[in-house]
């Protein structure tokens, strides 16, 4: 429910919003201090170490599937390192789309406004993290995994025509749950000391964007017109849909030796990869939950996604 206070302040159930201005003002001060280059910041030239993961096992589609047990240690490893690849090539994807986005939502706002620039910040920051995806997934000896033609097309239709909250919507999907796996990445002893590196420096940035993205999207399901709204429901329902299926490239278990078909299977009927998928996603469902996002024919499609218990 909308609120304005006697100061002109919106306020929804989780509080006051806090002014635009000043939040894109500290965002632009934690930039400043903590940004990182990632050709300069990461050894590029260190050889991978024999043993180690390049994802968490716990993390891996398979995990603890009737494969997974048949699996041994060296092509559990390499099921790491081509899942790692494909996330790599997902993520890939997914900011190439939140930048066109970004650019279409500043696009009649003032240029010369703190939210503005920091929206440029953030672009330059995926253009940063886009970049490092692909050298990490080259120096891992991995192919890239391009999603399939129907999700590239449907991306196509989604950022030419989203409206502002669907579009702050969807850039939140795409970036909390991978967020939530990147938080056990970096600091896992398990995993290539490259790839700890590679998502230590994107959680500490992406941090600013969730928020940034979180702070629009209140504003946003406040003061758009209900259709907008309503739009944005179930256009977020179906992105749902669309990422969940996205998080697994069947090309991943051809390439290490699998029965496509079998694994496939086994991925979806694994209690363990739902948990796993509805742990990540959860932060993100009780948040757009308490906005009002999570209703009707949107609540249904996320919970046919298989993120929302």
Avoid at 30 to 45: Q, T, V
Avoid at 64 to 85: C, N
Avoid at 93 to 102: N, R, T
Avoid at 278 to 295: E, P
């Amino acid at each position: 429910m909308t609120t304005v206070t006697d100061r002109g302040a919106l306020q929804d159930a989780l509080g006051l919003l806090k002014d635009r201005e000043e939040i894109a003002a500290r965002l632009l001060e934690s930039s400043a201090k903590h940004s990182f280059d990632p050709d300069k910041e990461l050894d590029w030239d260190a050889p991978p170490v024999d043993g180690k993961y390049y994802w968490p096992p716990e993390l891996l589609s398979l995990y603890d599937t009737p494969l997974w047990k048949k699996m041994g240690e060296e092509q559990r490893i390499d099921l790491s390192r081509h899942e790692a690849a494909a996330l790599g090539s997902l993520g890939i994807w997914f900011e190439i789309i939140l930048m066109q986005l970004m650019v279409r939502h500043i696009y009649d706002k003032s240029l010369t406004s703190n939210h503005v620039r920091y929206a440029l910040t953030e672009i330059a920051d995926e253009c940063r993290h886009s970049m490092m995806f692909a050298r990490m997934i080259q120096k891992a000896g991995a192919p890239a995994y391009p999603v399939s033609r129907t999700n590239h097309n449907l991306a196509r239709i989604l950022k030419t025509v989203s409206t502002t909250p669907g579009s702050f919507a969807c850039t939140l999907l795409g970036e909390e749950i991978l967020d939530w796996m990147q938080r056990l990445t970096f600091p896992d002893e398990r995993i290539q000391p490259l790839v700890r590196g590679v998502t230590r420096i994107h959680v500490i940035e992406e941090a600013r964007h969730v928020r940034y993205a979180r702070e629009e999207l209140r504003r946003q399901m406040l003061t758009a017109p209900r259709w907008e709204q309503e739009l944005t429901r179930v256009s977020c329902g179906q992105a749902a849909r669309v990422f969940s299926l996205a998080f697994v490239n069947p090309k991943v278990y051809e390439n290490v030796g699998l029965d496509r078909r079998e694994a496939l299977a086994q991925v979806q009927a694994s209690g363990h990869r739902r948990e796993v998928m509805q742990t990540g996603a959860k932060r993100l469902t009780d948040f757009l939950d308490d906005i009002g996002v999570l209703r009707g024919v949107g609540r249904r499609l996320w919970k046919s996604s298989g993120l929302l218990a």
